[in-house]
């Protein structure tokens, strides 16, 4: 038998296959998140999956291995434009050193988008799809302000880690709904306020943020209002909070809407929380691509994909949705 | 060379004093001089208290890194297997209905497997281990992303979370698990310094032919070492459990490295055979009381990191100048 | 020391091949009692197969080893020490970081009576220290403190540290594996001293060495090793250093040797 003969076979299998690819005009998505497994990440990719699915289109997907892992995000991008993607979703963990590969990426035609936080400066991207992070900290500040009913505040906040945008954003929307100085929505740099009895930082982890808040009831025994970056941090200030009895006394807030955090506020955890929608995020994203592959029509600046404020108990005031919408709305597992 | 030999340290013989094992106890001394005289609370039982609560999970895993590093070995992954001990033990209560003592069990005969995996995999395959725990700490990530679902297991039996609860002591509140963290400490450093097995340990980490050529199963006890360790994981997955009072998969990513820093401060050599176990127990309460420190002090937590990193610098050094004076 | 004595220890035939190349093709041996035997013989002469096969360390493949007359079989070294023979490795083998108590302990520690022994597993470190100050006078090994390090030891005191404790534990012989290499004079002189007290106090010795002039100082016999076989077994005393060395490297036939210079 000739040996060049299953080479050959082969050969002709990829042609072929590629040329229906191309023949199907199906266009072809990628979505690069930070990581895998942050559930917040896995319910894009579910909607990314679903959009895609209801467009026809192929979605590519990947991400990279942990929080910061710019190199698995370039390598994902490259492979997925290789593999013929004309629209790259990418929730960017560096967003400085991310800039090189999107511009190479866009210079080949592809369209790139930012979902849920933007690459720095934000128009290294096409375009952003993301949370308002400072509106979810104002619409928290709001109901924390109103829910004190004119008591003098003594707050401690719970951050993720100096210098990263979302963190500062949400931490510095939350004082200015609560009435206090804030830094504008640019910055990048923690607020400060005399009203702040103690600033930790969580890393936006369980164990971190029950650390934290005990450090901070030995600074401040007298708090009475938590600011947390995000609902794990939340679920360990009430830990700390409740072994130290005061539980009762403190009113919780925070950012994310995850269906483990809307279960809290119905608990009583967590007294209101600002709900974000990657689902929707993703979706756009896909709907956008679609868009671009077949009439090359670009989308551009930033899209606000909403915040919603979900609470337990409603204030006057105050614009909240209850816990039973926050739960149909929520990502994560049910 | 005819003079008679005698016992304890004669006039001339070389009296070490014990910088490395002097040196972590002298940086804790410093450091919460410093606080106590910069913050109001530091300086309270209930605070202090309160940090050996904090450093409980590290320093349970903090005694297996120790004996392995005693032996001159390292373990990259005992953050991430300590998670997984955690979830499967809050996942088979929780889920399967298992009572708590059965499930800590399961939680702590999978972290012993994977101590023995990596133990296995050292001295069969031979592999360094570095190289192997490496391996093995995305492996035990993978499988505890993957089992839990990235989902914390919560509304745990409380029987589980019983070592987090506290006891009225003196004035202040402390906690059960405090005290087996204490206890553990001392049963080791009784093992290591008064058995035969825990001599070993250290011959092995010194000098690993040596321990051949003179007949002690040196696999073996470097098999019985990453399985220890692995216990231990698991002990310290259980405490994790009692402490947040959840079963959370994305815990023990920074602890990996953080009981590494607590052997390192204090005053065991990464070189092997050498170091005293209780030095760890100093070396993760200074790390605790900088964090609860700077928190009090209002100081930005990258200065905790920083001051850390100086410190295990220091350690180090402290270790290699008092062995060459040694000499 | 006559020819008289007792053999403590003998081979007959020994034969080890590691795959194409023959260590061992038929190596005699014998060791009297009271004796310090060298055993010299160039690269690849076969010197330390046949020392391995002695301590334990390998198993011949043809063959037979007798103790005190009687066939033995060692499948390790550990079954050697069981058999009363202890060797002293060229590095030594102990743990520098340990005290020489420790080291001197190494493998064999004591324990403590009753419950504390049994079930806590406790070291008795008095006696160890006990028995190792008793030990060391008995030779008079001149090291001051027995709870120091050993890498606190000079590199003279060290080798002595690992002769004391092959003697310490050996009922029948101690093999010395090049113990005065990369010593200097002094020292190297410290070390001879404390081989001659071993052999004083009734335990046959087994040397092996490259250094002529050691040899020539303490040995009584010395056995040559060429090609995998004993060349000959020569007398120190009434043959010369260069014609021992010619028997080493073949340049002098066994055949040519005087009958006197035989031992």
């Known amino acids: 038998m000739n040996p060049h003969l299953p080479l050959t076979v082969l050969a002709l299998a990829a042609t072929l296959a590629a040329a229906s690819v191309q023949a199907q005009g199906q266009p072809v998505i990628g979505l690069i998140t930070k990581t895998e497994t942050n559930p917040f990440f896995v319910k894009m990719k579910e909607g990314a999956a679903e959009a895609a699915k209801a467009k026809g289109a192929k979605l590519l997907t990947g991400a990279g291995k942990s929080d910061g892992d710019n190199a698995g995000q370039v390598t994902a991008m490259e492979n997925m434009i290789a593999a013929g993607a004309k629209t790259i979703l990418i929730t960017p963990s560096d967003a400085k050193a991310i800039l090189p590969s999107i511009k190479k990426a866009r210079d080949k035609g592809v369209l790139v988008i930012a979902l849920d936080s933007p690459t720095d400066p934000a128009d290294g991207t096409d375009a952003l799809f993301a949370t308002d992070n400072y509106k979810a900290g104002v619409l928290i500040g709001q109901y924390a302000k109103a829910a004190l009913a004119g008591k003098p505040a003594k707050i401690v906040t719970l951050d993720l880690f100096p210098g990263h945008p979302v963190g500062a954003q949400r931490h510095n929307g939350f004082l200015k709904g609560m009435g206090l100085p804030a830094p504008d929505a640019k910055s990048n740099e923690l607020g400060k306020d005399a009203a702040l009895a103690c600033m930790a930082d969580s890393f936006g982890d369980q164990a971190k943020g029950q650390t934290a808040m005990e450090n901070c009831l030995q600074k401040a025994p007298d708090a009475n209002l938590v600011y947390t970056i995000n609902e794990p941090a939340a679920a360990g200030a009430f830990n700390a909070l409740k072994k130290a009895g005061k539980e009762k006394n403190v009113i919780i807030v925070s950012v994310d809407g995850g269906c483990q955090g809307i279960k809290d506020v119905g608990e009583g955890k967590i007294a209101a929380t600002s709900q974000q929608y990657p689902l929707k995020m993703a979706a756009m994203g896909v709907e956008a691509g679609v868009e671009y592959a077949k009439t090359g029509k670009k989308p551009s600046g930033y899209t606000d994909t909403g915040v919603t404020l979900i609470a337990a108990r409603p204030i006057a005031g105050v614009d909240s949705k209850d816990v039973k919408t926050g739960t149909e709305l929520c990502w994560g597992k049910k | ?327 | 020391m006559s020819a008289n004595s007792p053999l403590v220890m003998q081979a007959k035939g020994l034969v080890k091949r590691y795959g194409q190349v023959t260590a061992l093709d038929g190596a005699d041996f014998e060791l009297r009692a009271g004796e310090i035997l060298a055993v010299i013989g160039d690269n690849g002469a076969g010197k330390s197969s046949l020392i391995k096969a002695l301590s334990g360390a390998t198993i011949p493949d043809e063959g037979e080893i007798l103790l005190d007359g009687k066939p033995v079989k060692f499948r390790s070294p550990i079954d050697a020490r069981h058999a009363g023979i202890e060797c002293c490795y060229q590095d030594l083998a102990v743990a520098p970081a340990m005290t020489i108590t420790e080291n001197l302990f190494l493998g064999r520690e004591l324990r403590r009576e009753g419950f504390l022994g049994n079930v806590l597993r406790m070291l008795d470190k008095k006696k160890m220290l006990e028995t190792a100050i008793a030990r060391m006078n008995d030779l008079k090994v001149g090291i001051r403190s027995m709870t120091q390090a050993v890498e606190t030891l000079s590199g003279g005191q060290r080798q002595c540290v690992a002769v004391a404790r092959a003697a310490a534990f050996a009922e029948h012989v101690v093999i010395l594996d090049e113990p005065t290499a990369a010593l200097g004079v002094k020292e190297g002189n410290m070390v001879l001293e404390l081989i001659r007290r071993v052999r004083d106090k009734g335990l046959p010795v087994i040397l092996i060495s490259h250094n002529m002039p050691h040899v020539f100082e303490i040995a009584d016999r010395i056995h040559v090793a060429r090609l995998g076989r004993r060349a000959a077994v020569l007398n120190p005393k009434k043959i010369s250093m260069s014609d021992t060395v010619a028997v080493m490297t073949g340049a002098m036939p066994p055949e040519a040797i005087p009958a006197e210079c035989l031992a």
């Open chain 2, 1 to 327: 060379m005819t003079a008679t030999v005698t016992a304890g340290a004669a006039a001339k013989a070389p009296v070490a004093i014990p910088w490395g094992q002097l040196g972590p106890f002298i940086a804790l001394l410093i450091a919460c001089t410093f606080f106590a005289f910069t913050t109001e609370r530091f300086f309270s039982g209930e605070n202090l208290s309160l940090i050996l609560q904090q450093v409980m999970v590290v320093g349970v895993i903090a005694i297996g890194q120790t004996l392995i590093i005693l032996t001159a070995g390292i373990d990259l992954s005992c953050g991430v297997v300590m998670a997984l001990g955690s979830i499967v033990m809050t996942k088979f209560a929780v889920e399967l209905g298992m009572p708590a003592p059965l499930a800590i069990l399961c939680g702590i005969v999978a972290t012993a497997l994977f101590g023995l995996l990596n133990g296995l995999l050292v001295t069969r395959i031979r592999l360094p281990p570095f190289i192997v725990t490496l391996g093995t700490f995305n492996i035990a990530f993978a499988i505890t992303q993957l089992y839990s679902n990235a989902q914390t297991v919560t509304d745990l039996p409380p029987a589980m979370t019983w070592l987090g609860n506290t006891f009225a002591l003196g004035g202040a509140n402390v906690a059960y698990g405090t005290v087996l963290m204490i206890g553990l400490y001392l049963g080791i450093w009784f093992w290591l310094r008064e058995t035969a097995a825990g001599r070993h340990v250290y011959a092995v980490g010194n000098n690993p032919e040596a321990t051949r050529l003179v007949g002690i199963p040196t696999e073996r006890v470097l098999l019985g070492v990453y399985v220890m360790a692995g216990v231990f994981y698991g002990i310290a997955s259980l405490l994790s459990v009692a402490r947040t009072g959840v079963g959370d998969p994305n815990a023990g990513q920074t602890e990996n490295l953080d009981a590494i820093t607590a052997v390192v401060l204090g005053g065991t050599s990464l070189f092997g055979g050498r170091g005293v176990v209780l030095g760890t127990l100093v070396g993760a309460i200074v790390v605790g009381v900088l964090r609860n420190g700077l928190t009090l002090m209002g100081v930005s937590s990258v200065y905790q990191v920083l001051v850390t990193g100086i410190l295990v610098i220091l350690a180090v050094t402290v270790d290699q100048l008092s062995r060459r004076a040694s000499r």
